[in-house]
Each structure stands twice: as structure tokens, then as C-alpha cells.
């Protein structure tokens, strides 16, 4: 090695990588700041928003406040990943930190309910670029052994603006007003930039230097933008279907026709090239990848769609105040986070891919139990016991999932395959979330809530265990040594 340095590109090799070595804890500081705020703005624009549309009027307009959002974040979800291959994550990182931080002032300063969706649309181009770039910084600046790690800490820092999130935006918004719940998140966000600015430096010249030779085939950007409408009106369409009373709207059929058009042509082109995979033995490399990402959308879709109405059957069914059924979510969250740090236990007799099926059985299971809590009403611990063991399983399967898209990539993959990766994750809450949406609004209306919540939980759990034949097909996927 020491003859190796004598070469200029050596030399710079070597200085760049003992740069990112001593500054690898300003890294994982500066991260975790930027992961804090945007979770934090997440979990509070909930609590704000009902001042927010008191004050702007328009609430005609309130569901495109998270809709838009979602469109921004999807698209640049895709093209950060784009970007991250081609010029190194960096790019997308900081400008997705600039892009939300001038959508947290736009909504901020917001005067009217078109200025406030303006400046959320905004915080989803941002957020989406920024969750892709720290995606593929921790492909690049982190060893494989150090990976399940820093994916627990990651976890951490978005379950504990759970926590302290909706109270902190409910006192700001009492105390001063709603503008302030995204004014206070701008100081969090220019302190990760700056702390995180000199180890992502090293990384970015890194990137130049291992950047040569044949690039993979890019992602289309129409297939970015046709993906993030999908999901879009998909969302669109399952809230109309939940809204909806008496005769379904021609407009919802419309909503969902173009959502899966837009999806049946924008997805197959995100996800990953067969020349952009690692190797694993046993399975073909895309195969590996696909499997993964099969997992993951039966993973979420079914979590996100209980979640999305598991408050509501407590409040409806089991009487439930808000503070306990809001209590009952964190609970779940608590779970994702011991789930989290589990599985950056290193177990050799328990390799990654059985920790995703394990995942998958498990919230198979948990999933189970509370549809037979919401058919037999007096048996609500079922239904505190199965969300816990639900977080629990998100935590061992998600997380595992992501690991095992940065260890099957490709170095220069790693932004498109960890982007489909996202999309994958998105895809399967709204589907699912459109298929909850369905159930509810087609029995509630009768009046029998226990058939209506017990079907829609019972077909939560039946997708579950789809996800658990898919888990089973992925193999060991042994951690590196």
C-alpha cells in the first residue's frame, strides 16, 4: 500500500478517505439533525393544520396540503436517485436541505391557503431528496457492519419527534401561532447542514474519484413525475371512497383509473437494471432486488393501512378518548424502534433475509390479532398486544430491507435501487391504505362496526401473509463480515 500512495490520484484517494474517517461523527451528528427535522415537521403540521385552515380559509383545499407533498416527495425521490448515481448523493442532500428549508419559510410566511400548499410542495421536493441522499451516504460512508447500527439510530430520531412532536406544535401554536411550527424547524435544519458539511465534502470528492468508467442506464424522468401522480391519485381517490356517502362520484373511478395508468407505466422503468445488482449465492442478483422490494410494499401496505384507521375503530368501536388511541400509535412506534435496534444486533444464526421474513411472519401474526380484537370487541388487549408486536416487526423487516438494498446494489445503483426502494414503500401504504378506504366506506355506513373494522383489519392481515411468501423466496442474505 505504501508504494500505492506514491501516485498523485493515490495520494488524493488516500487523503479524502482519512478526511471521512475523522469526521464520520460530525457526519452521523449532522444527519441526525437533518432526520430530526424533517420527522419533526411531519409528525407536527397534523397539529397545526386545523388553526392553519381556520386562519387561511379555503378548507376545500386541506387534503392537498399532504397530497402535495406526497406528489414532491415521490418524484424527487426518484430523481435524487438519478442525481446520487451520477454526481454523488451530496447534490441531492443539500439541495434538498435548501429546497425544504425555503418551503418551511414559504408556509411560514403563508397569507393564504395557496402560498401554504405552494410551500408544502416545496418541503416534499426537499424531503425527498434529502431522505434518497442520506440513503446513498450511508451506502458510501459507512462499512456493512456499521449500517444495521446506523439505521437504528436513524429510527430513533424519527420516532422521538413522535413523542415530543404534536405537543411541542400544539404549545407553539397556542403560545404564538401556527406560522411558528415551520419556523422553528429551519435552526435544526441549518445546523445539520453546517455540521455535516466538511465529512460530506470528503465524500463528494470521493465520489469523483470512484465515479469512472461506464455509468448505469439512468432512470427516466417521466417515469419520476408519472409515479409520484400515481400515488398521488391513488391517495386521491381512496380519501374520496372513505368520504364518500351515498353514491360514488364519477370523479373517483377517474382517480383511480389514472392512478394505476400512471403507475402501470412509471414503475417498471424505477425499478432495478439486471446489470446494477451485487451477487449473492444462490439467487440471481435482480432477483434478489425484486424480492426485497416485494417485501417491503407488503410490509408497509398493510401496516400504513390498519394504522390509517386502527385510532378511529378504537374511538368508533371500543370508546376510546383521542389521548388513548392517539397513545395506542406510539405504542406501535415505541415497538418500531426496539424492532430497529434488534436487528443492528449482529446474529449470526439469524442472517438479514430471515430477519425480513421473521418481519413478515410477524406482523402477519400481530395483524391477525387485531382483527380478532376488532371482532370481538371486549377483547381489546388483542388489539394493544398485536399493534406492539406490529411496530416490533416494521422495525426487524423495514429496516432490514433497506440494508439489504445497500449491501445488493451496485456502488453506482445504490440511488436508483434505494429510490425504488422508497417507492416501494410509498406505493404499498397508498394501495393498501385505497384498499382500506374501500372496506370502510362500502360497511360503515350500515352501522356494524364490527364487520366493518373486523373485515378491513382481517384484510390487512391476508395481505401480511402474502408478504410472508414473498420473504421467503429472498434467502439468508448473510450480513458482511
Not at 392537498?64 to 415521490?74: H, K, Q, R, Y
Not at 454523488?88 to 425555503?102: E, N, R, S
Not at 450511508?138 to 430513533?156: Q, V, W, Y
Request: charged share 10%; proline share 6%.
Amino acid at each position: 500500500m505504501g508504494g500505492a500512495r506514491g501516485h498523485p490520484r493515490a495520494d488524493c484517494r488516500w487523503r479524502v478517505l482519512e478526511w471521512l474517517i475523522v469526521s464520520k461523527r460530525a457526519l452521523v451528528v449532522g444527519l441526525c439533525a437533518g432526520v430530526l427535522a424533517i420527522a419533526f415537521e411531519s409528525m407536527s403540521v397534523g397539529t397545526a393544520m386545523p388553526a392553519a385552515a381556520r386562519d387561511l380559509g379555503q378548507q376545500e383545499l386541506y387534503a392537498w396540503v399532504f397530497s402535495l407533498f406526497v406528489i414532491g416527495m415521490m418524484a424527487t425521490t426518484v430523481i435524487g436517485g438519478r442525481v446520487s448515481d451520477r454526481y454523488g448523493p451530496v447534490v441531492p442532500l443539500y439541495v434538498g436541505f435548501a429546497v425544504f428549508g425555503v418551503g418551511l419559510l414559504v408556509s411560514g410566511f403563508a397569507t393564504a391557503m395557496p402560498v401554504l400548499l405552494l410551500g408544502r410542495s416545496l418541503q416534499g421536493i426537499g424531503s425527498g431528496a434529502v431522505g434518497i441522499g442520506w440513503a446513498v451516504v450511508l451506502a458510501h460512508a459507512f462499512d456493512p457492519d456499521e449500517r444495521p447500527k446506523m439505521m437504528g439510530i436513524f429510527s430513533t430520531c424519527w420516532v422521538v419527534p413522535s413523542f415530543i412532536g404534536p405537543p411541542i406544535a400544539a404549545w407553539l401554536t397556542d403560545t404564538f401561532s401556527w406560522h411558528w411550527v415551520f419556523f422553528s424547524v429551519v435552526p435544526l435544519l441549518v445546523l445539520a447542514a453546517a455540521v455535516c458539511a466538511k465529512p460530506l465534502a470528503a465524500l463528494h470528492a470521493q465520489h469523483r474519484l470512484d465515479a469512472e468508467g461506464e455509468q448505469p442506464k439512468p432512470v427516466p424522468y417521466w417515469a419520476a413525475i408519472a409515479t409520484g401522480l400515481g400515488v398521488a391519485a391513488l391517495q386521491f381517490g381512496g380519501q374520496q371512497f372513505a368520504e364518500a356517502t351515498g353514491a360514488l362520484p364519477f370523479t373517483i373511478w377517474i382517480a383511480l383509473a389514472v392512478g394505476a395508468a400512471l403507475l402501470v407505466a412509471g414503475v417498471p422503468p424505477l425499478l432495478p437494471a439486471r446489470e446494477d445488482s451485487g451477487s449473492t449465492p444462490g439467487l440471481a442478483p435482480r432477483s434478489s432486488l425484486l424480492w426485497v422490494l416485494g417485501a417491503r410494499f407488503l410490509l408497509a401496505g398493510p401496516f400504513f393501512g390498519a394504522q390509517s384507521f386502527l385510532a378511529l375503530m378504537m374511538v368508533e368501536q371500543h370508546r376510546w378518548s383521542l389521548f388513548f388511541a392517539g397513545g395506542l400509535l406510539t405504542v406501535g412506534a415505541v415497538g418500531w424502534t426496539t424492532g430497529s435496534w434488534v436487528q443492528a444486533r449482529r446474529m449470526p444464526w439469524l442472517p438479514r433475509g430471515r430477519l425480513i421474513l421473521l418481519g413478515t411472519v410477524l406482523q402477519s401474526l400481530a395483524l391477525a390479532l387485531v382483527a380478532m380484537g376488532a371482532l370481538m370487541p371486549e377483547w381489546w388487549g388483542l388489539v394493544v398486544a398485536g399493534w406492539v408486536v406490529a411496530g416490533l416487526s416494521m422495525g426487524l423487516g423495514v429496516t432490514s430491507t433497506s440494508i439489504a438494498i445497500l449491501s445488493l446494489s451496485a456502488p453506482l445503483a445504490q440511488g436508483r435501487n434505494n429510490a425504488a426502494l422508497q417507492v416501494s414503500d410509498s406505493l404499498g401504504g397508498s394501495v393498501l391504505v385505497a384498499v382500506a378506504g374501500t372496506i370502510y366506506a362500502a360497511w360503515h355506513p350500515t352501522g356494524q362496526l364490527t364487520t366493518t373494522y373486523g373485515l378491513l383489519m382481517a384484510a390487512m392481515a391476508i395481505t401480511a401473509v402474502v408478504g410472508v411468501a414473498v420473504a421467503t423466496r429472498i434467502g439468508p442474505l448473510r450480513d458482511a463480515s
